[in-house]
């Protein structure tokens, strides 16, 4: 290796390590807008660049406009802290530069995706014998465990997809809340499916699924059908019915799908699993690594309860690709991509390193911290919060829309958390998402002292 790259590799190394411990004190708020951002960036295709300069040259870019996602108190959406252990696998993996499509080619990448894969059944609880698929994000897994919910339900209903396409086939049903999440809508139609294909099921308060309207809707279907649940709405953090709901939807022959891109987290644990009962019944589930585990982006699994169903939706065969043979597992059969990122590192690192009780524990301590926020905030007049605190998500109203947004905008502006808001049941909602692993009881004082003396200040 040349002494160049000993260097660089050094430098980077000092720099991440300074950013970090950076991250409490840190301002939250990006400095530079996105017009700056293009402005800087913009590339001059004449020159070519010396690989310390060039790194150099993008930390200096950069630095004004990230946001501080990895710090304490940011309660933007939904966003996990990138934990610096798994940060440090990634590195591994870029160093590495392994390929995970291929088992043959890559064995340890293919091998900690398998072992990670079983560790994530037993700790969520799901049925060990499901296969995981290993993609970019819940977005993509909901893809993924859609594809293999289409298949099947087409083929219980005598039609191969395989064969034959869509086009002709059974129409299908899909039975979904009116408050799912926008990216199940976006697999959807990733998948062939739109608007007069959807059945959606009104809503609770908290944007769980009505039973009566559930069972309603189920009634009005027929023939082919996917049922797609919540784990974790992303507003109140709510849960659907889970055991009505895969009762019915097995009753029925309706394949049931789970968004629980960081719901799903709450069986890992001994505090909140209770709302998850009878999500285990389901046939397919997402799940991000890069919100609740702390991996860093993008990692999510795609889970699925029959294994020929998803390796149907997803294998690539080609005459120069290995196939599995006996135990031996090709990550590449249960994703979309062929050529990818050894996500399977990252993942066996996070769960290496806080094991099955830290997982709970963290997990619980968000919920815990969800709680302190919702107390705080709502002891004050005017202030009121929207959902029943039951995860790690807070929506909360000040006063009037124009207010919340003002509320949400100050906050930003001082830099002292983030949040962001949202509408949700008609009403302005700042959004707070507790999924920081470094977020501690200060931390969530001293932001509701920001949310307050934002609030009052408004209030005037
Ligand atoms: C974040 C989220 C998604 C999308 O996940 P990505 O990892 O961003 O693709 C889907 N559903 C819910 C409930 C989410 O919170």
Redesign the pocket.
Known sequence: MSADYEKLFAEIAAYAARRRAEDSSRYHAPSASYAQQVGGFQLDLSQAAEPDQVIRELMELAEPGLAAITAPRFFGW?MGGSNPTGVAADWLTSIWGQNAGNHIATPAAAAAETASAAALLELLDLPREASVGFV?????A?FTCLAAARGAVLRRAGWNIDADGMAGCPPISIVVGEEA?S??FAGLKYLGFGERNFVKVAVNREGAMEMDAFVAAMRTVQGPAIVIG?A?H?NSGAFDPFVDIAQIARERGAWLHV?G???LWANATQTHRLQCEGLDLADSW?V?G??WLQTPYDC?YAIVRDRESHLRAMQIAASYLPTAAGADRVPADYVPELSRRARGFATWAMIRLLGRQGIADMVSRHCALAQRFAEALGAEPGVEIMNDVVLNQVAVHFGADAQTAAVVARVQAGGECFVAGASWRGKAIMRISVTNENTTEADVDRSVAAMLEAWRAVRG
């Open positions: 939904v970019t994000g819940a977005t993509m909901s999440h990216t199940i919540q974790g992303i968004d891109a960081f719901g997402s991000d890069h919100k999510a």
